[in-house]
């Protein structure tokens, strides 16, 4: 059953310290998602990769967001240093895209829900 | 910034009752989805209409397309408690890197 998997599913932290969330797409999938999600402003986009090429981080406060792909089976994204406001739900999801096509279906992971204390 | 507006933004229904959630949307898109969340769980891809289709079918539910209008519905049929959920609308607008962008979505509660 292929799923996309996110690690941790919850972290409590406190400001100023660094936070990695990790995520494992489908097998074959060439389409990588992060989104931010809070009562207050919905499912925002931070980043998207296509064949593990950034095409659109925005969506991504640069400061202190990183997002990458070190290789096809894990997407990694960083907040350093973290702050309370970025406490949230961050979700992966990914897909299957041949360019000039749009998205199609995404496959989402349970999230990681982050506070920052 | 969302590109979709879902309407209502809450929706209470009995079971066996049919549910129908609208979606606006501001620009050209090349699809558009629907998709369903349990409360602290995952989205989950219900249905993806294209820009030339105006109405597909997925069991119970129903979706159409209004591309003159801007504009899409969700028609679940004999709803059951298990439908209890939010639901989102994303679109997809037109352009070779077009990511997904959600609405704020709908919530739907079935009452057994």
């Known amino acids: 059953d292929a799923r996309v998997t996110q690690t941790p599913r919850h972290k409590v932290t406190e400001m100023g310290q660094e936070v990695t969330m990790r995520c494992q797409p489908i097998l074959g999938h060439n389409t990588v998602f992060w989104y931010r999600q809070t009562m207050m402003q919905g499912l925002e986009l931070l980043a998207y990769f296509r064949n593990r090429a950034p095409l659109d981080d925005s969506g991504m406060p640069k400061d202190r967001f990183s997002a990458e792909m070190p290789d096809a089976t894990l997407a990694t994204l960083k907040i350093q240093p973290s702050e309370p406001r970025d406490s949230a739900v961050y979700f992966c999801?990914?897909?299957?895209?041949?360019?000039?096509?749009?998205?199609?279906?995404?496959?989402f992971g349970e999230g990681s829900r982050l506070t920052v204390l | 910034s969302q590109q979709g507006e879902e309407d209502p933004q809450a929706l209470s229904i009995q079971e066996g009752e049919n549910a129908t959630m609208n979606c606006s949307y501001k620009t050209s898109i090349n699809n558009l989805q629907w998709y369903r969340q349990n409360s602290g769980r995952g989205l989950v891809h219900l249905i993806l209409?294209?820009?030339?289709?105006r109405e597909k079918h997925s069991g119970r539910l129903r979706v159409t397309l209004d591309t003159s209008k801007k504009s899409s519905s969700l028609l679940i049929t004999a709803s059951r408690a298990a439908d209890t959920a939010s639901y989102f609308c994303a679109t997809v607008a037109t352009g070779a890197n077009s990511k997904l962008t959600f609405g704020k979505g709908i919530t739907l509660s079935v009452r057994p």
């Open positions: 999801a990914s897909g299957s895209s041949a360019g000039g096509v749009g998205t199609g279906e995404l496959f």
């Open positions: 209409i294209r820009s030339n289709e």
